[in-house]
Structure formats: structure tokens, C-alpha cells
């Protein structure tokens, strides 16, 4: 079985420009997260989707984010008009509903975003 | 709320011996799970072993297990023979069982394991 899967591992942008990032779940996972990460942090939670449902969204994604799932497969998560504020790593996880333990999160590799 | 907190930024443990790592949590809730994450220099989060809060025996997987003090609201990590692939970031983490937002992890700062050879 193969891991979740982020597109790309890097992405480096000049402020004010639109980025788009990737996340491939585990199949079969019905659950699917975004969480962002800052140099010294430990991982904050922005999203979660279950199926194609986007069932809560951080105070921390700004109007300036978007998050979709359209199928309930992979998931892209969209920063418009970046801010240097917004570099930082984005971490994709997903889990299965009702697997274990206790629906254990598994998560991507991130995507390194520099906002220049 | 939740909050995880971890006291020590850096540890340092020579191979081949045990270290623990800290992680004391703070909530209101009585059944909630706790959560211990690898994070190599690469940036995966990798789980490493998860302890139930109405869990009896403290969780163990290989070399990792997790010293649970329910009532002093601690889970410690303890790796035993450290190797130099134990190197990383080590994050606590913890979430509801029920209630609003019982899928979302909390998570600590983190503590910089170093192995020495």
C-alpha cells in the first residue's frame, strides 16, 4: 500500500502569486487533513475532509485559502495572493474512519512553500 | 481546549542507550488518544505509537513505548538502544475521542533528538 503522496516537495513564489499544492490520501482513507507547519513548530491544523466533505476550517486559513476534495480522492489546497507570512511546510494526512488505532493519522512528506 | 507541551527542545543520548522524552497535556476531556510522531530532517511526520487514554498497559511498539501517568497528564517516550537513525524531531500529539473536532491532532514544539556514535 502505498504512502500519501504531496505535490510538489518544493515551490518557491514571489509574493502575490497563486500557488496550488497536492495531496494524494492512502486509498481507500476517507479522511483527509491540512495541517501547516513553521520552522520550529510543531504542525497546526488548517482542514479536514471526509469524502468530499470539507467539515472544518481553521481560523488560521484565511480567506486567501481553499481547500478542495472534489471526489473524495486527492485533495489541493490553494493560497492566492501569497504573503511571505505564508512559508512554511504544508502537511497532508490522511486516515481511515473507524480503523485503528484510534484512526491513526498518516501523513505525506509536505510541500516546502518560500514566499519571496 | 488542548495543549501538548514538550520542555525539552534538544536531548542528546549516546547509541545504544535508552533516553525519554517528555510530553505533558493538558484537557478536559476523559477520553481523548495520545500520539507520538518521528519528523527526519526530510519533513515526513512518521507515527510511531499511540496510547488510549482508558488504555490499562502502557502501549509499546519494537523499541518505543510510551510511559502513560494518567493522573499527572504525562506520556512519555522512551526509545531503548538508541541508533543514529533515532536522530530527529519527536512531536507529542493528542486528540479528542468525542465531542466537536475529534479528528484534529494538537501538537507539541517538538524535541531534537541527537544520537551520538
Known amino acids: 500500500d502505498t504512502g500519501v503522496s504531496q505535490d510538489p516537495r518544493h515551490k518557491i513564489t514571489k509574493r502575490g502569486q497563486n500557488v496550488t499544492f497536492r495531496c494524494d490520501p492512502i486509498?481507500?482513507?476517507?479522511?483527509l487533513y491540512w495541517y501547516r507547519q513553521t520552522l520550529g513548530q510543531g504542525p497546526e491544523f488548517l482542514t479536514y475532509f471526509q469524502n468530499e466533505a470539507q467539515l472544518e476550517k481553521s481560523r488560521l486559513l484565511s480567506d486567501r485559502f481553499s481547500a478542495e476534495r472534489p471526489k473524495g480522492s486527492f485533495s489541493t489546497l490553494e493560497i492566492q495572493r501569497t504573503e511571505q507570512g505564508d512559508s512554511a511546510m504544508y502537511l497532508c494526512?490522511?486516515?481511515?474512519?473507524?480503523?485503528?488505532?484510534?484512526?491513526?493519522?498518516?501523513f505525506g512528506p509536505g510541500t516546502r512553500l518560500t514566499v519571496l | 481546549a488542548q495543549k501538548i507541551t514538550q520542555t525539552q527542545p534538544g536531548m542528546f543520548v549516546q547509541e545504544k542507550e535508552a533516553v525519554t522524552l517528555d510530553c505533558t497535556y493538558d484537557?478536559?476531556?476523559?477520553?481523548?488518544?495520545l500520539f507520538w510522531y518521528k519528523q527526519p530532517s526530510s519533513g515526513e511526520m512518521i507515527f510511531l505509537i499511540y496510547?488510549?487514554?482508558?488504555?490499562?498497559q502502557n502501549a509499546t511498539e519494537g523499541r518505543y513505548s510510551l510511559n502513560f501517568q494518567k493522573a499527572r497528564k504525562s506520556a512519555n517516550l522512551v526509545i531503548s538502544a538508541s541508533q543514529l537513525g533515532d536522530s530527529a524531531m519527536y512531536f507529542c500529539a493528542m486528540r479528542r475521542h468525542s465531542g466537536g473536532s475529534n479528528y484534529k491532532l494538537t501538537f507539541g514544539k517538538g524535541t531534537l533528538l541527537t544520537v551520538n556514535p
Open positions: 484537557t478536559s476531556d476523559q477520553s481523548y488518544g
Open positions: 486509498s481507500e482513507h476517507n479522511r
Open positions: 496510547q488510549g487514554s482508558y488504555d490499562e
Open positions: 494526512a490522511s486516515s481511515p474512519q473507524r480503523g485503528g488505532p484510534a484512526d491513526t493519522q498518516y
